[in-house]
C-alpha cells in the first residue's frame, strides 16, 4: 500500500484521533455514553486500520503479538481481582462498596478498574484476531 | 435498512455486501438513537460499521471476493425461516407496548436502579452503573466470553505458524461479535 498516498495521510491524519477518541470513551463512560467496550473496540479499529494501511509488519513492531496475548489475560484478571478483592473485606464477589472508606467512591473506583478490565481486553481480543488473521497469507 | 439487507442478500460481489453490511449497521445505531438507546447505538456503530467491517476486510483480502455462482431457492430451509419469523411475530402480539410504564420489566428493578444509582455509585450514566456494578457478575461473564473467543482464534489458526497449513481459505467464523449492551 505504499503507493496510496491519499489513504496514508488521511489514516495518518486520522489514527491520533481514533485512538485518542478511545481513550475518551474509555474514562468517560461514567458520565456520557460509553465504557469499556466500546473504548476498546474503537482503539482496536484505530490500531487495525494502521495495521491495514501501513503494513502488518510495521503494526507488529508497535504492539508485538506477545503483548496482546498477554494484555487479553491481563483485563479478565483486572475485572476478576477486583471482584475478589472485597472477600477479603467479608463482602460478596464485585462488591465495590468496600474498596474505598467512602462506599460511594468505592463504588467509583471499582468501576473504574472493571471498565478498564472489559477495555483491555475487548481490544487485545481484536487485535490478536487481526494479527492471527492477516499472518495467514504466510 | 430493508434495501440495504436485500441488496446485501442479492450481490454477487462479496466486497460490495461487507460494505452495504457496515450502512446496515450505521442505520441500525441510527435507530437505537431514535428510541433513545445512546449506549446501544454506539456500541453498534463502533461493533458493526467499525470493526466487524474491517475484520471482514482484512478477510476478504486473504480470500476472494467473488461469491462461488450458486442459485437455486430451497423450499425446506425457506419454510422453516418464514414459520419462525412468523411465530416470533405472533409472539410479539400480547407484548406490552413500547414503553410502557406498567411493563413488567418497568417494575421489577428498573425504578429502583433510576432513583438509587446516583446515591449508590455516584455515576450519572445509569448504563455505566448498571453494567459494571449492579450487574457486574453479567459483564465479568461477558468479558470472559470475548476472551475465550480471542483464546479459541488463537488456539485455531495462532501458534502453527510454523506448521504447513492444510490450505489457507478455511472458513472461520467471526464468532466474537456478540454485542454486549
Known amino acids: ?138 | 435498512m430493508a434495501l440495504t439487507a436485500y441488496a446485501a442478500a442479492q450481490t454477487r460481489n462479496l466486497f460490495a455486501v461487507v460494505i452495504l453490511s457496515g450502512i446496515f449497521s450505521l442505520l441500525a445505531a441510527v435507530l437505537y438513537v431514535v428510541l433513545n438507546a445512546v449506549d446501544v447505538a454506539f456500541t453498534e456503530a463502533a461493533v458493526g460499521a467499525g470493526i466487524s467491517t474491517l475484520l471482514m476486510l482484512a478477510t476478504l483480502s486473504l480470500t476472494t471476493d467473488k461469491e462461488r455462482a450458486k442459485h437455486q431457492i430451497k423450499i425446506i430451509p425457506l419454510s422453516i425461516v418464514s414459520v419462525t419469523g412468523l411465530l416470533l411475530i405472533f409472539g410479539t402480539l400480547d407484548m406490552p407496548f413500547y414503553g410502557d410504564p406498567n411493563a413488567p420489566t418497568n417494575l421489577h428493578v428498573a425504578p429502583l436502579y433510576i432513583s438509587d444509582s446516583m446515591k449508590q455509585t455516584g455515576i450519572p450514566n445509569i448504563v455505566t452503573s448498571v453494567l459494571a456494578s449492579y450487574r457486574g457478575y453479567d459483564t465479568f461473564g461477558e468479558v470472559v466470553v470475548i476472551f475465550t473467543a480471542g483464546i479459541g482464534v488463537l488456539a485455531l489458526l495462532g501458534h502453527g505458524r510454523n506448521r504447513t497449513r492444510p490450505g489457507k481459505n478455511r472458513n472461520v467464523n467471526l464468532e466474537d461479535e456478540n454485542r454486549i449492551s
Open chain 1, 1 to 138: 500500500m505504499t503507493r496510496h498516498s491519499i489513504l496514508r495521510i488521511t489514516a495518518k491524519f486520522m489514527i491520533p484521533y481514533i485512538l485518542l477518541f478511545a481513550l475518551y470513551v474509555q474514562f468517560h463512560g461514567d458520565f456520557g455514553p460509553g465504557g469499556g467496550f466500546q473504548a476498546g473496540v474503537i482503539f482496536a479499529s484505530g490500531f487495525i486500520l494502521y495495521g491495514l494501511i501501513f503494513g502488518i509488519e510495521n503494526a507488529r513492531r508497535v504492539l508485538p503479538a506477545r503483548v496482546t496475548r498477554v494484555l487479553l489475560a491481563v483485563g479478565v484478571l483486572l475485572f476478576g481481582g477486583t471482584g475478589v478483592i472485597s472477600f477479603f473485606f467479608g463482602h460478596n464477589f464485585l462488591d465495590y462498596s468496600v474498596l474505598l472508606k467512602n462506599s460511594v467512591s468505592g463504588q467509583h473506583l471499582g468501576i473504574f478498574l472493571v471498565e478498564l478490565g472489559v477495555g483491555i481486553t475487548v481490544s487485545a481480543t481484536m487485535i490478536t484476531i487481526f494479527y492471527v488473521f492477516a499472518s495467514q497469507d504466510k
